[in-house]
């Protein structure tokens, strides 16, 4: 009797042992969520931020150095093209055509008169009165009073064509944004080394664009025709459409943040209208694929061999290589290395980095009830 006892208690301890260390070899085994490769349609985005302008913005100068005697429109004014918009001091110009004028009056006079002595040295020459030389000097006179005369009507053309840039006309249709000088100050000239001054901004509001500012990490992406889904802030509600029409090559430099961004210019469809300076948020579709296997980005790994991710094969995890194709924020598209049904893992990031080919995982159990799910669901 008491050996039966014994050989009772001792299959007893064996068994709570073997259930022992079961239990602990099971919680060693290490649980992680998973999700169902499914046929998705991905689209990749570059975003940036930017604001609306006018198509056409007209920053009005002068050609001339001179002091400003009238401005005739302000802020918000409408003007057409041809529209007066200042006037500046014009006397020394009227003083040079003046004095132009009257060089020309007195060379022509002057060439009149050697035109006629020519005409009398010539008739001489012909009867043999006079030498030849007294012929070409009579000559010579004249050509050379001929080509001051052109000289002197090509001076005049410029003093009146520098007189009437004393007066500034509109060039295009449109509204005037901004006026930069006042009456009484001097309008310059630019020159090769100085920018000349800008009297006024006259914009075409009938057509905004966007100029968007890209990183240096997402423009090589970004084409010619691509569209665009723009966000204004002064319409929370609405979202516009556009299209890239220009991609610059030279970057402009964040002051405040040292960001390197390129600019991008983007044609409106819409024509709801807008006021310059509008902040914006674009989002620019660079890539796009249409149901296709995806992957959540969780899944991805990627090592000196490129992309990868742990696939589960019954308990197990098999490392498979994968050819990774269009990215979103949530899902990569798979290419090659998976099929629609497989199953990876996407985490815990923790238990992701120290997994090993073939290594035992355990499924969460809300994570099998929402695989089993998927599977009836597409089923």
């Known amino acids: 009797m008491i050996k039966k006892v014994l050989i009772i208690l001792g299959v007893v301890v064996i068994l709570g042992i073997m259930g022992y260390v079961n239990k602990k070899r099971s919680s060693s085994i290490p649980q992680v969520n998973v999700a169902v490769v499914e046929k998705r349609t991905i689209r990749e985005w570059v975003e940036g931020d930017g604001e609306t302008r006018p198509v056409k913005l007209v920053n009005v100068g002068s050609d001339v150095t001179a002091r400003i005697v009238k401005i005739l429109h302000r802020e918000g004014d409408r003007v057409k093209k041809g529209d007066i918009l200042c006037l500046l001091d014009d006397s020394t110009y009227r003083a040079k055509v003046k004095e132009t004028e009257a060089k020309l009056e007195r060379d022509l006079y002057t060439y009149k008169n050697k035109e006629k002595e020519f005409e009398r040295v010539e008739k001489l020459y012909k009867k043999g009165f006079v030498s030849k030389k007294s012929f070409e000097d009579a000559q010579l006179a004249l050509n050379t009073y001929r080509a001051i005369l052109k000289q ?8 009146q064509r520098a007189l009437s840039k004393t007066v500034i006309r509109a060039t295009v249709n449109g509204v005037v944004l901004a006026v930069y000088k006042e009456e009484g100050e001097m309008a310059i000239v630019g020159t090769i080394n100085t920018p000349g001054s800008v009297i006024m901004t006259v914009a075409e509001m009938d057509s905004m664009e966007i100029k968007g500012y890209i990183d240096e990490t997402g423009i090589l992406k970004v084409k010619r ?3 665009v889904v723009i966000k204004l802030d002064a319409f929370p509600s609405k979202r516009f ?3 890239v029409y220009r991609v610059m090559g ?9 960001v390197v961004t390129y600019p991008v210019y983007i044609r409106l469809k819409d024509t709801l209208r807008l006021l310059p300076g509008m902040s914006a948020s674009i989002k620019i579709l660079v890539k796009r694929a249409e149901n296709v296997p995806a992957v959540p980005i969780e899944a991805l790994g990627r090592d000196r061999r490129g992309y990868y991710v742990w696939k589960v094969e019954g308990r197990r995890c098999i490392k498979k290589r994968i050819l990774k194709g269009v990215e979103s924020l949530e899902y990569a598209e798979v290419k090659r290395g998976l099929s629609p049904g497989d199953t990876v893992i996407t985490g815990p990031l923790s238990v992701l980095r120290t997994l090993e080919d073939s290594s035992l995982v355990k499924v969460k159990k809300e994570e099998m009830q929402r695989r089993i799910r998927q599977r009836k669901w597409k089923n």
């Open 250 to 258: 030279m970057p402009e430099n964040s002051s405040q943040t040292n």
């Open 225 to 227: 025709g691509q569209p």
């Open 241 to 243: 459409k556009g299209v």
């Open 152 to 159: 002197d009507s090509s001076l005049l053309e410029q003093a």
